[in-house]
C-alpha cells in the first residue's frame, strides 16, 4: 500500500503568479488543502473540482486555529484523500511552523515534502529596495519582531551593531519599540521602511529615518502584514524610482 502524503507548498508572498511551477502543479492535482490567512486565496481556483479546501489561519491578535488541529486535519486529510497540501503564505519553513508540521506527518507515517516559496521579504525588490546591494549592505538578518514569549528577538540588538540589512516579520506591534531600541542605540537616523501587503496591488510603502516611523506607519495607517526593512539598502528606492 502506498503512504500517504503530504507538499507543504509555498504560496509566495501575495501575488499568485509568484508561486512557484511546482507549487502550482501540485495544486491542480490536489485532492485536499489546508490553506492559511497570507496564501493567496485565488490560489484555491486552480485546484480540480471536488478538492476539499480547509482554512486553517491565524489571523494576529484574533481568531486562530490551534497548531494541534492542523496537525490532526493533516493526518485525518492525508489517510482520506492518499495526500493533503498545506499552503503558506511566503516560504512554509521561514517563521512558518511548517518543518513543525513536516515532522508531525512523518511521525505519524505520512511521507512529507517540502516545496519553497519565495519568502515575503523578498517582495521588497518590487519597491526598489535590494535586501544587498555592493558597496551597500553584504548581508540580510531575517528577525521575528514577536518571539513566543511576546518579547522583543535579543539579536536585533545584535543585527544594530552589523551593517546588515535588517528585516523584521511580524513586528507591526513592536513598531515603537524596535524604534527605540535603533535611536537608544545611537542608529535613529538609520533609512528605514515598511512595506505593507508586498507584491498585492493594494500594498502600501513607506520610507524615512528609523526613528520617525513609527508616527509614519500611524499617520499611513499602516497594519498587518507588513514587514520593516532597516539599513541603508532602503535609500536605493529613491534611486530606482523612475524619472518621467
Ligand atoms: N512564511 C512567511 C512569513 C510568515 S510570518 C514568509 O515567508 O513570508 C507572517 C509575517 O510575514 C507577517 O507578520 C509579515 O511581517 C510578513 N508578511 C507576509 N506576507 C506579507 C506581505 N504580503 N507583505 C508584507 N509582509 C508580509
Not at 501575488?15 to 488543502?33: F, H
Not at 498585492?200 to 526593512?229: E, R
Request: net charge positive; glycine share 10%.
Amino acid at each position: 500500500m502506498t503512504r500517504p502524503e503530504l507538499y507543504i507548498i509555498g504560496a509566495g508572498p501575495g501575488d499568485p503568479e509568484l508561486i512557484t511551477m511546482k507549487g502550482y502543479r501540485l495544486l491542480r492535482q490536489a485532492k485536499a488543502v489546508l490553506y492559511d490567512n497570507l496564501a493567496n486565496k485565488e490560489l484555491l481556483a486552480v485546484t480540480p473540482a471536488g478538492c476539499e479546501k480547509i482554512y486553517v489561519g491565524k489571523q494576529p491578535y484574533g481568531k486562530y486555529t490551534p497548531q494541534e488541529t492542523i496537525h490532526a486535519l493533516i493526518r485525518e486529510k492525508a489517510f482520506e484523500h492518499g495526500s493533503v497540501i498545506r499552503l503558506k503564505g511566503g516560504d512554509p519553513f521561514i517563521f512558518g511552523r511548517g518543518f513543525e508540521e513536516m515532522l508531525y506527518a512523518r511521525a505519524e507515517g505520512i511521507d512529507a515534502y517540502y516545496v519553497p516559496g519565495i519568502t515575503s521579504m523578498q517582495a521588497s525588490g518590487m519597491e526598489n529596495v535590494p535586501l544587498t546591494h555592493r558597496s551597500v549592505s553584504e548581508s540580510v538578518w531575517m528577525v521575528t519582531g514577536t518571539k513566543k514569549d511576546g518579547s522583543l528577538s535579543d539579536d536585533l540588538r545584535l543585527a544594530i551593531q552589523s551593517r546588515a540589512t535588517v528585516v523584521i516579520y511580524m513586528g507591526m506591534k513592536k513598531l515603537a519599540e524596535i524604534s527605540e531600541t535603533y535611536l537608544s542605540s545611537g542608529n535613529g537616523e538609520m533609512p528605514a521602511a515598511i512595506v505593507q501587503h508586498a507584491s498585492l496591488p493594494n500594498k502600501k510603502f513607506i520610507s524615512g529615518k528609523v526613528k520617525d516611523l513609527p508616527a509614519m506607519a500611524t499617520a499611513s495607517k499602516l497594519t498587518h502584514p507588513a514587514l520593516i526593512i532597516i539599513g541603508r539598502v532602503v535609500e536605493l528606492h529613491f534611486s530606482g524610482e523612475s524619472k518621467e
